[in-house]
């Protein structure tokens, strides 16, 4: 099936410094999203994105948070200043138009922030 | 965000018995209900999906059941196998807006 790939698999960084997440969705994708999962625990929903602009965003994306895929590449997610409690999973996901229902999901970027 | 609740957080069951996994909801105006499937180390994958319109939908060896009335649904799956231990998560969504997901439901297969 589709495949949306995430780079890096795992990022260590240290509280309070910037960390990109990258993703490379679908290819004929134009709505990105992004979610954080701890522990194996409930997915939660931060933000979801189309022709550049965010679309909707939870209260988990905080203003440390910010999105952008400029000129068709990777779909980002940058964390500036981290916390300790950044420390997840984030998984990208990307469907193809307005109102599909199916989300493709990468295998996710492991985030330990120390 | 509206809550999706899975009564279980874990589940085991024997090869070949039927596992059921519980969803309520609190939200009527979301018509859409997807169960994602989520194998250690992978991304979340669509397996099966509802509309409110529907009462039961079935696919191969799983199977959703839908209460509208009640707010809740399960997943049915059939003649259990070791590959089908993963997570669930049951969703929902309403047109262009975000995906919610449950707090999943960790099956275990027994051979």
């Known amino acids: 099936g589709p495949k949306v790939l995430q780079i890096p698999s795992h990022q260590i960084i240290d509280m309070g410094q910037m960390v990109t997440l990258n993703c490379d969705p679908v290819?004929?994708?134009?709505?990105f999203y992004w979610y954080k999962q701890i522990l194996g625990q409930q997915m939660e929903f931060l933000v979801n994105?189309?022709?550049?602009?965010?679309?909707?965003k939870s209260k988990l994306f905080k203003d440390q948070f910010s999105v952008e895929r400029p000129d068709g590449s990777y779909f980002t997610l940058k964390i500036q200043p981290t916390a300790l409690e950044d420390s997840a999973v984030y998984f990208c996901a990307s469907s193809p138009r307005q109102g599909q229902n199916t989300l493709y999901f990468g295998a996710g970027t492991r985030l330990s922030v120390l | 965000q509206q809550q999706v609740r899975q009564s279980s957080q874990s589940l085991t069951v024997w090869e070949g018995e039927t596992a059921i996994l519980n969803c309520s909801y609190e939200?009527?105006?979301?018509?859409?209900f997807p169960w994602y499937q989520q194998f250690p180390g992978e991304g979340p994958a669509l397996l099966i999906a509802i509309r409110s319109v529907s009462d039961k939908k079935e696919d191969g060896r799983f199977t959703i059941f839908f209460n509208k009335r009640e707010k809740n649904l399960s997943l049915h799956i059939k003649d259990s196998q070791p590959g089908d231990s993963a997570t669930y998560f049951c969703a929902q969504k309403k047109g262009g807006r975000a995906l919610i997901f449950g707090t999943g439901t960790t099956v275990s297969v027994s051979p």
């Open positions: 290819s004929n994708h134009l709505y």
């Open positions: 994105f189309y022709n550049g602009k965010v679309m909707e």
């Open positions: 939200n009527s105006a979301f018509d859409y």
